[in-house]
């Protein structure tokens, strides 16, 4: 769905999850991707909004100082490890970062990759289209792998894209982490999946041959 923006006043899509009746935010996309099942539907809300300040603001990006999108690698991977489910060797397996235009205190910066981190390789699937994220990469024992998705804005929401490489003959689940119950919850095997993140927030997905997709404990 190819949706028009108009640069000082962008529109913000938001997804409704009827799950938990609430409108999720993913971004201010000029194109949102999307399934629909047999006899199913999606609902979307556009609103249009003023573009962010990029004056400080006080309290807000004060604490913003301290947020560190890879405590949320570490989080995951405690997690995982709990759950006995990681692979033998050191973990997360990468960690890489798309480049970033805003700082995690939403303001603007040079476009770039942040410091010290490193870029996707090409060949990495899934591949992230959209979103200033950061990527950390876990193997687990039955082949799968998880990819928790740290929003590098502490500010700010972000909507993501990600590609994954999928073969016909050999598709690809996707997982998705519920990080309230700590419960997958299976999507499909999907070209591309559109996500919200929150400021300061995490997703996490998983990906696994179609034939393995025993839920984890």
Same mark, same amino acid.
């Given at each position: 769905m190819a949706i028009g923006q108009?640069?000082?006043?962008?529109?913000?899509?938001?997804? #409704?999850?009827?799950?938990?009746?609430?409108?999720?935010?993913? %971004?201010?996309?000029?194109?949102?991707?999307?399934?629909?099942?047999?006899?199913?539907?999606?609902?979307?809300? #556009?609103?249009?909004?003023?573009?962010?300040?990029?004056?400080?603001? %006080?309290? %807000?990006?004060?604490?913003?100082?301290?947020?560190?999108?890879?405590?949320?690698?570490?989080?995951? %991977?405690?997690?995982?490890?709990?759950?006995?489910?990681?692979?033998?060797g050191k973990q997360p397996v990468a960690v890489y970062s798309t480049m970033t235009s805003r700082s995690k205190e939403n303001r603007d910066k040079e476009p770039g990759l942040p410091q010290g981190s490193a870029a996707f390789p090409e060949d990495f699937s899934p591949q992230i289209k959209q979103g200033e994220l950061l990527a950390g990469v876990f193997q687990l024992k039955d082949g799968a792998q998880v990819v928790c998705l740290a929003n590098h804005n502490a500010l700010a929401w972000q909507g993501g894209l990600l590609v994954p490489t999928q073969d016909k003959a050999k598709p690809t689940m996707i997982w998705e982490l519920d990080q309230k119950t700590n419960q997958w919850a299976k999507l499909g095997t999907w070209q591309d999946v559109n996500f919200p993140v929150p400021p300061a927030g995490s997703a996490v997905f998983k990906f696994s041959p179609a034939s393995s997709t025993r839920q984890p404990k």
């Open positions: 108009d640069k000082k006043s962008p529109r913000v899509v938001s997804q #409704f999850n009827r799950k938990t009746a609430e409108w999720e935010p993913l %971004g201010a996309l000029a194109q949102v991707n999307f399934a629909i099942p047999p006899a199913d539907a999606r609902v979307f809300r #556009f609103e249009r909004v003023k573009p962010l300040s990029a004056k400080p603001t %006080g309290d %807000g990006r004060d604490a913003a100082v301290d947020y560190d999108p890879h405590d949320h690698i570490r989080r995951i %991977g405690k997690l995982l490890g709990e759950q006995k489910l990681l692979a033998d």
